[in-house]
Structures are given as structure tokens and as C-alpha cells.
């Protein structure tokens, strides 16, 4: 017998004996997104992944604190407290986020909105997620949030200039290098056009 499920919030086709098994497995799992591949049975949870950028609160500002980049040279990432201040005083034209994969904080992004020039100006993915795909994902939905929320036609990421694989991150990502450089940060671009 197969089986067809679909909603809005999420879609996967699975082929299944039987159908009661399936409906456990759903309501086991909080959350899909709809770009979940699923293969088998047996990688139904595996493939589950959702990222999500959340308000910072005062429930969970305090694990966010406690992030860390990993980065051997401390000035190529901000500490998450100096965003926070620096959010905090200039709280009209930035937007502050814990980065979750379903319900594990795995980083922080820090974006400004002012001026019509969005820019996501301090981005982390703690040590433990790194290098599985968790940036990728959490930079691309940074991306549609401000073209969706601020209607970005361009964003910048300024990068620090010896920080290499930064540059190739953003990148990957479609991110371009400009002639833009302040206090030793490029600016690498990203146009919508």
C-alpha cells in the first residue's frame, strides 16, 4: 500500500505496510520541512532537520551566551554578548537570533535592517554543529528572511580579511567579494537581481 501525505507545513511520500506505523512516526516527529528527502523507512528521523531563527528571550539568552565559534583567531567572529549590547543599542535597525535546529540552539546571527542595507554582520554555528550542513541552511533562511521581511534587494556580509574560510562560506552560498572595506572587513555581496 502507499501512502501520500501532504500539508502545508510539510510533504513526504512513503511507501508503507502499514499505515498505522506511518501515523506514530508523524506524530513522534514535531516538525518536517519541505525540502526533507526521505528514503526509507529506517531514515524517516534521521532526515528530519528544521532550522529556525528564534527571539532571543530571557529563556534562552544565557545558553546563547555560552556559544562558541571555535575559531582560532578570536577577532574573525564577535562574541554573541558583544551582539547582544551591541543590539541591544541599536535595537531600531537590528535583529538578534538564536539559530535551532528543531529544539537545540546551534547558533546566532546578528542582522542589521537600517538604511534600506541589510547585512548579516555576526553569524555562528557552535563548535559541536559545525561542518554538517547546519550553516548552510541557517545562512540561506537569513537571506530569505530579509528579502521577505525588508524586501532586500542586495545583502552584505562583512568578512574579516585574513578569514579565508569565511570567504569561501559565503561564497558557496552566492555571496561575491567588493570593493567595500572598513576596519578590516570586505564586504561580500549578495544581489537578488
Given at each position: 500500500?502507499s501512502?501520500?501525505?501532504?500539508?502545508?507545513?510539510?510533504?513526504?511520500?512513503?511507501?508503507?505496510?502499514?499505515?498505522?506505523?506511518?501515523?506514530?512516526?508523524?506524530?513522534?516527529?514535531?516538525?518536517?520541512?519541505?525540502?526533507?528527502?526521505?528514503?526509507?523507512?529506517?531514515?524517516?528521523?534521521?532526515?528530519?532537520?528544521?532550522?529556525?531563527?528564534?527571539?532571543?528571550?530571557?529563556?534562552?539568552?544565557?545558553?546563547?551566551?555560552?556559544?562558541?565559534?571555535?575559531?582560532?583567531?578570536?577577532?574573525?567572529?564577535?562574541?554573541?554578548?558583544?551582539s547582544?549590547?551591541?543590539?541591544?543599542?541599536?535595537?531600531?535597525?537590528?535583529r538578534?537570533?538564536?539559530?535551532?535546529?528543531d529544539?537545540?540552539?546551534?547558533?546566532f546571527?546578528?542582522?542589521?535592517?537600517?538604511?534600506?542595507?541589510?547585512?548579516?554582520?555576526?553569524?555562528?554555528?557552535?563548535?559541536?554543529?559545525?561542518?554538517?550542513?547546519?550553516?548552510t541552511?541557517?545562512?540561506?533562511?537569513?537571506?530569505?528572511y530579509?528579502?521577505?521581511?525588508?524586501?532586500?534587494?542586495?545583502?552584505?556580509?562583512?568578512?574579516?580579511?585574513?578569514?579565508?574560510?569565511?570567504?569561501?562560506?559565503?561564497?558557496?552560498?552566492?555571496?561575491?567579494?567588493?570593493?567595500?572595506?572598513?576596519?578590516?572587513?570586505?564586504?561580500?555581496?549578495?544581489?537578488?537581481?
Amino acid at each position: 500500500m502507499s501512502i501520500l501525505f501532504c500539508t502545508t507545513k510539510f510533504q513526504f511520500v512513503e511507501k508503507l505496510q502499514n499505515p498505522s506505523v506511518l501515523v506514530e512516526q508523524i506524530n513522534s516527529l514535531c516538525v518536517f520541512t519541505c525540502s526533507t528527502s526521505l528514503k526509507r523507512k529506517s531514515e524517516l528521523v534521521e532526515e528530519k532537520r528544521l532550522i529556525e531563527l528564534r527571539t532571543i528571550t530571557e529563556d534562552n539568552f544565557q545558553q546563547c551566551l555560552n556559544l562558541n565559534a571555535g575559531v582560532q583567531d578570536g577577532s574573525f567572529v564577535d562574541p554573541v554578548s558583544y551582539s547582544l549590547a551591541e543590539a541591544w543599542v541599536y535595537y531600531q535597525d537590528t535583529r538578534p537570533f538564536a539559530i535551532y535546529n528543531d529544539d537545540v540552539m546551534i547558533g546566532f546571527v546578528l542582522m542589521y535592517v537600517g538604511e534600506q542595507n541589510c547585512q548579516i554582520i555576526n553569524f555562528l554555528i557552535d563548535y559541536p554543529f559545525q561542518r554538517k550542513g547546519f550553516g548552510t541552511e541557517a545562512a540561506r533562511l537569513c537571506i530569505e528572511y530579509l528579502r521577505n521581511e525588508y524586501s532586500a534587494n542586495k545583502i552584505s556580509a562583512p568578512v574579516k580579511l585574513e578569514h579565508a574560510a569565511a570567504y569561501k562560506f559565503w561564497s558557496r552560498l552566492g555571496f561575491c567579494c567588493s570593493d567595500t572595506v572598513e576596519d578590516g572587513y570586505m564586504f561580500m555581496r549578495y544581489s537578488f537581481t
